[in-house]
T-cell receptor, first 114, second 115 residues
């Protein structure tokens, strides 16, 4: 069965370190997304990609970057982790043009920045 | 700008009763989609139901139905015959026209089902 996975599921890091969160999907979707979830804010879009070599900034992109070298993966990098980036991070994928309206979410990564 | 508003931070419902979770939205797009997701305490995001702006009928999926009132820009989720397993956070989300699938989420409503 097709799926979307994230790793690690839990991560503790220190302020100033570079951190990369992995996202891998086997749906063969062109569109992939990174969201962060914080209390009182729901989910907010960080970055997204509509295909290989395409990346775009979302609502809360400062301090984050992504790269898309293939269809399956969209890693999220925190260049210099800050305590304000402690959050739960969700990767998602979905192509509404294929007639499927659902956006599929990964299980999430809980990141703590000390 | 697009916006989703969920005004109920928390709600209680008695088991086996129906409950309505409110969602209002704001968009200038003519074509858009509205979603509801469930997030149990385990943390995963579970897709429940989808309504397209041009759909004439309200969407239904089992015990879930979406009360879509386009003129009022509301997309309330109705859960019939609540079960203990329905206790969770519920998020309303919107996808605008030509948005490539990216979603805008509301702040969520925490539903607690009482036995």
């Amino acid at each position: 069965d097709a799926e979307i996975t994230q790793s690690p599921r839990h991560k503790i890091t220190e302020t100033g370190r570079q951190v990369t969160l992995a996202c891998h999907q086997t749906w063969n979707h062109n569109n992939m997304f990174w969201y962060r979830q914080d209390l009182g804010h729901g989910l907010r879009l960080i970055h997204y990609s509509y295909g290989v070599q395409d990346t775009n900034k979302g609502e809360v992109s400062d301090g984050y970057s992504v790269s898309r070298s293939n269809t399956e993966d969209l890693p999220l990098t925190l260049e210099s982790a800050a305590s304000s980036q402690t959050s739960v991070y969700f990767c998602a994928s979905g192509d509404p043009g294929q007639g499927v309206n659902e956006q599929f979410f990964g299980p999430g990564t809980r990141l703590t920045v000390l | 700008a697009q916006k989703i508003t969920q005004t109920q931070p928390g709600m209680f419902v008695q088991e086996k009763e129906a409950v309505t979770l409110d969602c209002t939205y704001d968009t200038s797009d003519q074509s858009y989609g509205l979603f509801w997701y469930k997030q149990p305490s385990s943390g995963e995001m579970i897709f429940l139901i989808y309504q397209g702006s041009y759909d004439e009928q309200n969407a239904t999926e089992g015990r879930y139905s979406l009360n879509f009132q386009k003129a009022r820009k509301s997309a309330n989720l109705v859960i019939s015959a609540s079960q203990l397993g329905d206790s969770a956070m519920y998020f309303c989300a919107m996808r605008g026209n030509n948005q490539g699938g990216k979603l805008i989420f509301g702040q969520g409503t925490e539903l607690s089902v009482k036995p």
